[in-house]
Nanobody, 114 residues
Framework: QVQLVESGGGLVQPGGSLRLSCAIS????????MTWVRQAPGKGLEWVSA????????SYADSVKGRFTISRDNAKNTLYLQMNSLKPEDTAVYYC???????WGKGTLVTVSS
């Protein structure tokens, strides 16, 4: 059974940091490129970041470049998103998924507010 379970969301003040994790099971994680997308309240899905299967190539949306870092641990079947210098406009439900979103999780809510 394929499972992607995001965790690490919560309430944080502007300028703060959070680290999201995505625990994967049910498919061969190490062979898939992975991605994070988000959905702000009342808005559509926005692509955030992606990483290749080996973890040596990453890409970011302009809106998060320089503030967010995607990484992965293939030995632990876990994907990460380190989010620094958070802004209120980063408030959203964050989803992890395979590139192309064949598999994706249920999301974790990040709220950036003072």
């Amino acid at each position: 059974q394929v499972q992607l379970v995001e965790s690490g969301g919560g309430l944080v003040q502007p300028g703060g940091s959070l680290r999201l994790s995505c625990a994967i099971s049910g498919f061969t994680f190490s062979t898939y490129s992975m991605t994070w997308v988000r959905q702000a309240p009342g808005k559509g899905l926005e692509w955030v970041s992606a990483i290749n299967s080996g973890g040596d190539t990453t890409s970011y949306a302009d809106s998060v470049k320089g503030r967010f870092t995607i990484s992965r641990d293939n030995a632990k079947n876990t994907l990460y998103l380190q989010m620094n210098s958070l802004k209120p406009e980063d408030t959203a439900v964050y989803y992890c998924g395979t590139w192309g979103m064949t598999y994706w999780g249920k999301g974790t809510l990040v709220t950036v507010s003072s």
